[in-house]
């Protein structure tokens, strides 16, 4: 019997991006990191090309991070006050990218000051080859303020900056389009409102191509299906020739997985569910390679057990 | 024990209530029968009851309505005011709600908008719902020997075609026949009032008075209640006049006054109300005009499913409840002095019918006025008032839904928001240095600003860029007008120095977001609407558009902001307040009114609320003119947007 060919045909791709600077092109990263050109959802490949591979980009901190649980705080514990090493050991641990999380510029977490988180991102920048991202602290205010800083004292880095809201956009975009950094637009698990902020940002001439789609993550047990609905839609827009809707996608994983009572309880508290050292990246590994399938293309970690898991996954899958 | 009871004494109106204690300054301005502005029917919320305390209380602490230095005069909300001893209070103009400042019957024109067409009203046989004849009937002899009833039915029968057996008679009135009959000579006026399938003899009256029948249309809205005198006879519109709903003190929308009603056993004061402010209207058309009120022998009152509840003292509690049903969509014709309405004793009055919970006669009406009923063309009809409602169809089928608009573009919840009324805004351009022109409606100093200067407002600010799409004020624009306040920033419209109330007219950055929701709720109405029929906006060949605005409409900038999808302008008609023109065409004509309860039977309503794309899009539409520019192209030219 002949098997009847049910493949799709998009019309249109998800928008490459190139995140980092060579010396060549400016900057000093020993190598870049290209995302996105898919023409096909996740595992379709015989729709189209998937493009180019999802990657991993591990969270660092400006600031030792608040309420982690041991099993997370155990790989990275001599390290955990110095953002640049920190940065250096992710390296090891396979990321592909660093997050650099300013979560202590937050007035009510530190406070930091512009020059000191120049100062950090400039050290990070020394101690790895790797691109960067630079995701604010979500006070709006704090980050308009020390943002604008921060990218100019990189400039010419080609870093991934965030992130921007319907709300709160003006500034950050001026800024990344003057230093020539890429942005993240956020949105509410709400697709209107993603291709809200596109258009706004957009609006103030920044190129579409340069822009990353955040829907705020739900963690497995914690509104995955949400976030790995709307990211669907996105990529389903994308594909169909939705401009405005055409950006690779990035995900909060390690975060959001390591909140969920399941991956952070004691043993004690919760016999029953195996040993945390197990449960906890097996969390962060399974909302990742959940959300994968709907169409991610940087995913945000933590745990090096499951950044390794994870990373296999791709190789063996794309 | 008996509660103490105090002395109120209101300026300027100076009239004094006494009232007991614990009751507020509200409650004692109802029974002194004095209009406040109380939106929100007394729930503290909407801030329009402001009033000044001259005596009586000593300090007064500022709220999120009441500043500190409005604190220092002594304003304070009527409503949050516990009366705890003697009061003097005055009641500032602002917050007085003046009977007479509705506008009827103006029809401003403005080169580039659009003023109100009243579509054609002749198309059914002049046949009144209530119609006079005169006879000179044949006195009885010995061989004629016919009973006077028999008789005076065999001659109406005669000359009007109905048969005798449809004929009936007010007992009252056959009581008074015999002698009635013989002292005019047997020349006599009948008085016959369609009773659906039956037709009664209302009156009879001595000689020909035939010339003498009038009749009121009657738009029942849940803001303004207008009524139109018309003469029956001779088809013409005499006089029009209209008052606002004395509800409104207990609350905006329906839905809070059947709250109200029946959380207060307030039903038969509800339907008090009603009958008051159409007994008003009535009695001063008919004064102004010299008539007799004796001579009004129909009404036709077209309104919402609740109003037309209340109106009936019908309880519309139900509506509000799951599967949300009315008592009744279709009541058949009343005696009007049965609910109060004072016209001739034994005069009828008509409802429009309904159509369900939430689309009502007024919707009918306007079915029935523009006749989107026999048209060929796809029509689209859309009433805004508080409720958006819309009407999709042609000859073949009519579909509705309602939206929840909120009651911005009847400039309630708006900072400097008003009525359609003297005084306020109703033309507004916004120059290229920012510099602002407007018109008002009577051409005096603004007062506020009413639906269509909201409108035209909120596509000038985005045409001029000081807002972005999503109707946040842009930095950076070079211009005083655009400032900070506690709440938020502001554009300002008019300088104080210009009003007429020596108040800023500004809006707000909230009052941008209210609008946009409002126009987002119409928008997704019509598309959920098209979609559910299959259709798209390319499809409809005709629009129109009736209500809530005043009596002019920019179109144009309608289809800026994306409350109307992007079509031609010539496809759009405005028409006004179709709800009573639908209502006059019944009172004219009797098959008029058959046409409207076929209407109401043959519409299918579309609930949106359980509809699970309506909030999609209405997301999506909560955006300038749209999150998806492609279905405004016009829009993405207009704005150069890429």
């Known amino acids: 019997m002949e098997i009847p060919n049910v493949a799709e045909k998009w019309t249109s791709s998800v928008n490459e991006i190139t995140i980092g600077a060579t010396k060549e092109k400016g900057g000093t990263r020993e190598k870049t990191i290209t995302i996105g050109g898919s023409k096909c959802i996740p595992f379709m490949d015989f729709d189209g090309s998937h493009g180019h591979k999802p990657v991993i980009a591990m969270d660092v901190y400006d600031t030792p991070p608040d309420g982690w649980p041991e099993t997370l705080i155990k790989p990275f514990a001599d390290v955990l006050n110095d953002p640049a090493q920190w940065a250096k050991k992710c390296v090891e641990y396979g990321a592909d990218l660093i997050c650099l999380k300013l979560e202590g510029i937050h007035p009510d977490k530190g406070n930091k000051s512009a020059a000191e988180t120049a100062d950090i991102t400039k050290a990070i920048l020394a101690a790895v080859g790797v691109p960067l991202i630079i995701w604010g602290c979500e006070h709006d205010e704090k980050d308009n303020e020390v943002l604008p800083k921060v990218s100019q004292a990189v400039k010419g880095e080609n870093c991934l900056m965030g992130v921007v809201t319907q709300d709160n956009y003006k500034t950050l975009t001026v800024t990344c389009l003057?230093?020539?950094?890429?942005?993240?637009?956020?949105?509410?698990?709400?697709?209107?409102?993603?291709?809200?902020?596109?258009?706004?940002?957009?609006?103030?001439?920044?190129?579409?191509?340069?822009?990353?789609?955040?829907?705020?993550?739900?963690?497995?047990?914690?509104?995955?299906?949400?976030?790995?609905?709307?990211?669907?839609?996105?990529?389903?827009?994308?594909?169909?020739?939705?401009?405005?809707?055409?950006?690779?996608?990035?995900?909060?994983?390690?975060h959001e997985a390591w909140r969920a009572k399941e991956a952070k309880s004691e043993d004690s508290d919760a016999p029953q569910w195996g040993p945390r050292e197990e449960r906890g990246p097996m969390w962060e590994t399974i909302t990742a390679m959940s959300l994968l399938q709907s169409g991610v293309d940087i995913i945000r970690m933590n745990h090096p057990k499951a950044v390794a898991a994870v990373k296999k996954c791709i190789d063996r899958l794309y | 024990m008996e509660n103490s009871?105090?002395?109120?004494?209101?300026?300027?109106?100076?009239?004094?209530?006494?009232?007991?204690?614990?009751?507020?300054?509200?409650?004692?301005?109802?029974?002194?029968?004095?209009?406040?502005?109380?939106?929100?029917?007394?729930?503290?919320?909407?801030?329009?009851?402001?009033?000044?305390?001259?005596?009586?209380?000593?300090?007064?602490?500022p709220s999120s309505h009441i500043s500190e230095e409005e604190a220092k005069k002594g304003y304070v909300l009527a409503c949050k005011t516990i009366i705890e001893n003697d009061l003097e209070v005055f009641i500032p103009e602002e917050s007085r709600l003046d009977k007479s400042q509705i506008l009827v019957g103006h029809f401003p024109q403005f080169s580039g908008s659009q003023a109100a067409v009243s579509p054609g009203i002749e198309q059914f046989k002049h046949s009144p719902l209530v119609n006079k004849y005169y006879f000179e009937l044949p006195p009885p002899t010995m061989d004629d020997n016919m009973a006077d009833f028999e008789r005076l039915c065999q001659n109406i029968s005669s000359k009007?075609?109905?048969?005798?057996?449809?004929?009936?008679?007010?007992?009252?009135?056959?009581?008074?026949?015999?002698?009635l009959l013989r002292s005019c000579n047997w020349n006599i006026t009948v008085t016959l009032g369609s009773r659906g399938s039956l037709f009664e003899i209302i009156e009879v009256q001595a000689g020909d008075v035939s010339a003498h029948n009038y009749g009121v249309a009657v738009d029942v809205g849940t803001t303004t209640v207008v009524a139109h005198l018309i003469n029956l006879s001779t088809m013409e519109t005499i006089d029009a006049e209209a008052t606002y709903n004395s509800q409104i003190r207990y609350g905006d929308d329906y839905i809070q006054r059947i709250m109200y009603a029946s959380q207060n056993n307030a039903m038969e004061m509800m339907q008090e109300m009603l009958t008051e402010d159409i007994n008003h209207?009535?009695?001063?058309?008919?004064?102004?005009?010299?008539?007799?009120?004796?001579?009004?022998?129909?009404?036709?009152?077209?309104?919402?499913?609740?109003?037309?509840?209340?109106?009936?003292?019908?309880?519309?509690?139900?509506?509000?409840?799951?599967?949300?049903?009315?008592?009744?969509?279709?009541?058949?014709?009343?005696?009007?002095?049965?609910?109060?309405?004072?016209?001739?004793?034994?005069?009828?009055?008509?409802?429009?019918?309904?159509?369900?919970?939430?689309?009502?006669?007024?919707?009918?009406?306007?079915?029935?006025?523009?006749?989107?009923?026999?048209?060929?063309?796809?029509?689209?009809?859309?009433?805004?008032?508080?409720?958006?409602?819309?009407?999709?169809?042609?000859?073949?089928?009519?579909?509705?839904?309602?939206?929840?608009?909120g009651p911005s573009f009847e400039g309630s919840g708006i900072a400097c928001g008003m009525r359609a009324a003297k005084g306020a805004i109703e033309k507004i351009t916004i120059l290229p240095d920012f510099e602002v022109a407007y018109k008002t409606i009577g051409n005096v100093p603004p007062t506020g600003i009413c639906g269509s200067g909201l409108l035209e407002c909120l596509a000038n600010l985005v045409r001029s860029g000081v807002i972005d799409r999503t109707g946040n004020f842009q930095k950076g624009i070079n211009t005083?007008?655009?400032?900070?306040?506690?709440?938020?920033?502001?554009?300002?419209?008019?300088?104080?120095?210009e009003t007429a109330k020596d108040k800023d007219i500004v809006i707000t950055q909230a009052d941008i977001q209210n609008l946009i929701r409002s126009k987002a709720a119409i928008y997704s109405a019509i598309s959920t609407l098209l979609e559910s029929m299959g259709m798209d906006v390319e499809s409809i060949e005709q629009v129109y558009l009736a209500g809530g605005f005043g009596n002019y409409l920019d179109t144009r900038s309608a289809i800026t902001i994306g409350m109307l999808p992007d079509i031609s302008i010539s496809k759009v008609h405005f028409v006004g307040n179709t709800s009573i023109i639908g209502a006059k065409m019944t009172l004219f004509s009797t098959e008029a009114h058959e046409v409207a309860k076929e209407i109401g039977a043959k519409m299918t309503y579309i609930d949106l609320m359980s509809n699970n794309k309506y909030m999609e899009e209405y997301v999506s539409a909560n955006f300038l003119p749209h999150t998806n520019i492609e279905k405004f192209p016009s829009v993405a030219e207009e704005l150069a947007v890429k």
């Open chain 2, 480 to 497: 005083k007008r655009l400032r900070s306040t506690d709440d938020g920033q502001e554009f300002l419209l008019v300088d104080r120095k």
């Open chain 1, 178 to 254: 003057a230093d020539g950094h890429s942005i993240i637009t956020l949105s509410p698990v709400d697709i209107n409102i993603a291709k809200q902020v596109n258009i706004l940002v957009s609006e103030m001439d920044f190129p579409l191509n340069r822009i990353v789609m955040f829907q705020t993550t739900g963690a497995l047990g914690y509104g995955m299906e949400y976030t790995y609905s709307i990211q669907e839609r996105e990529r389903i827009a994308a594909l169909t020739g939705d401009k405005l809707m055409a950006m690779p996608v990035i995900c909060d994983v390690g």
């Open chain 2, 281 to 405: 209207l009535i009695s001063t058309l008919v004064k102004r005009n010299s008539l007799n009120i004796h001579d009004v022998n129909a009404i036709v009152c077209a309104g919402n499913t609740v109003m037309t509840h209340f109106l009936l003292g019908l309880d519309p509690t139900n509506i509000r409840k799951e599967p949300y049903l009315p008592a009744a969509n279709f009541v058949a014709p009343i005696r009007a002095s049965e609910i109060g309405v004072r016209i001739n004793n034994h005069g009828l009055l008509y409802t429009m019918p309904c159509v369900g919970a939430y689309v009502g006669g007024d919707i009918s009406s306007g079915v029935l006025s523009i006749r989107l009923d026999t048209t060929e063309a796809l029509s689209l009809l859309i009433d805004i008032g508080t409720n958006g409602e819309i009407v999709l169809g042609n000859k073949d089928w009519l579909v509705c839904c309602s939206a929840s608009a």
């Open chain 2, 5 to 61: 009871r105090f002395k109120i004494h209101f300026l300027p109106n100076d009239v004094t209530v006494e009232i007991e204690e614990g009751k507020t300054v509200l409650d004692a301005s109802y029974k002194g029968d004095l209009f406040i502005n109380a939106l929100c029917g007394g729930d503290g919320t909407c801030g329009k009851c402001k009033v000044i305390l001259q005596s009586g209380r000593e300090q007064v602490i």
């Open chain 2, 160 to 179: 009007t075609k109905i048969p005798s057996e449809k004929l009936t008679i007010n007992f009252s009135v056959l009581k008074q026949l015999p002698a």
